[in-house]
């Protein structure tokens, strides 16, 4: 199987959507020799920040020596990325390879009238496998969807399960309260692991409670991050564990407010780690956090004008990201392209984010059957801003903007991380062109 057959394979199993539970899976990965079994998880759930607590943590991780494993979905700018080692894509080789075998466990379950496990379980697969072969010390797993019924809640060999914040998602599989949503995502809790979690919302702290008090685990809240100077290419906080251990002066690289909250919860968990046999020194912990790296997440990708790509897709993430466009771009003249999955909160993250913006242009994300259109989106916006434009495809829309912002500007990308990979590349190609 090459990369070209690979991702053939992949188109040829869409139709199978989202199925919830964990029967196919288990059942895949059996066959596999439960591959997930080999290695160790710090297994993360939430509504937002999973991805950047993955990036802190992997690279403290990494800085600290050893062979650390990441997993998260969706892709942003390659597919391949999903699957890490080391801060380090799978190879198509490798990917191709792992492929092979979960497709041949596949066709086998298929011809015995089980049914065709879907996509995110294949991929879930095939990292497991990738991990086991590269002996992993630890890998880093983020959820796909929820948490109890998710395909990467397989594993059970848990040292730590971590929840970000959690608001309302998914809630066609998940629930419609913000209790039902908790539960779920709660469930990655295996007996005896360590549970870290940020500031919740009181009810949705009493579900992750009552979980870890279940499966009697210990439960740390992080605190507050102290002494805090924010930046755009810089941030510093001082931080207190739960141990009482202080940290003065902790730098991060990620922009956006709402990363030294993500920050704090890595650095706490880090220390539990170290109570399951991963230590880490402050030196270690310093450098993991300062080379952290997360792209599309508030990430600068172009100057004069400042142009920024951001993943907020839902009303917690676009409370965030008003905040600091509150905080970073106050009295700046700013530009939207925003472009947004049916699915998602649409009408929230609009009502959010709109006020900030002097022109709103919509575009229609590519390649994705979930898209709402550049159209629709507009109609929406619309009702909350008067100035708004839909465009005709990703690549018209970013050269209104240009020609809509000076030099002094911003051009805020946001609403999908679906898009913004291919957003990026479009960039890196104008400003490449312009040299």
Known sequence: MNFKEMMEYMESIKGCGIVPGL??????CKRLGNPQDAVSFVHIAGTNGKG?????????LKCAGYRVGSYHSPAVFTYCERIQINGRAISQ???????????AACDAMTEEGVAQPTPFEVETAAAFLHFRKNACDIVVLETGMGGREDATNLVNTTKAAVLTPIGMDHMQFLGDTPEKIAAHKAGIIKSGCYVITAGQKTEILTEIEKEAAQ???PLTI???AQKIKYGLEKQSFSYQDASGRRYEGLEISLAGKYQIENAA????????LALCGYPVSEKQLRKGLAEANWRGRFQIAGKRPLLVLDGAHNEEAAKKLAESIRFYFTNKRIVYIMGMLKDKECEKVVAETCAYAEQIITITPPDNP????????????????PHVTAAGSLEEGLEMAYLLADKADVILCFGSLSYLGRLAKVVEERQKNRR
Do not use: N, P, W
Request: glycine share 4%.
């Open 265 to 272: 919860l890595a650095v706490e968990t880090v220390g539990r």
């Open 23 to 28: 029967s196919s899976i288990t059942e895949l």
């Open 52 to 60: 950047s607590v993955l990036a802190f943590l992997s690279s403290i």
């Open 370 to 385: 979930r898209a709402l259109s550049a159209m629709d989106l507009a109609q929406i916006v619309k009702e909350y801003h």
């Open 215 to 217: 499966k009697q685990c």
């Open 93 to 103: 080789k490798a990917l191709c390879e792992c492929m092979e075998e979960v497709k």
């Open 222 to 224: 992080t605190g507050e």
